[in-house]
């Protein structure tokens, strides 16, 4: 069986706040990029709840970080389709994300 790994490396202030993240995945050619937010979400089968990890820097652009998010959900809908086929829920989930757009100001 062959593995890979991709890592995110977080450098955090004097209070635990993230000053600067940098991820890596050797596969996809990607050594130290700079990134100002990451959210990672794994599933626990055990418990079947989502656990998660979001991370932003104290640069992150408040409009950037709605971009972010925006994107997030547009993208949670084309999972859902790919994972599930229920294509009626996914272009529910996109009009959802549409309509974050619009409250977000984004759109």
Known sequence: MRKTQITIDVELDENHVPENITWNAQDGGIDKQDTKATMISVWDEK??????IDLWTKEMPVDQMKMFIHQILISLGSTYQRATGEEDVAQWMEEVAEEFAVKSAIK
Request: no cysteine; net charge positive.
């Open 47 to 52: 418990t079947k709840e989502a656990l998660r």
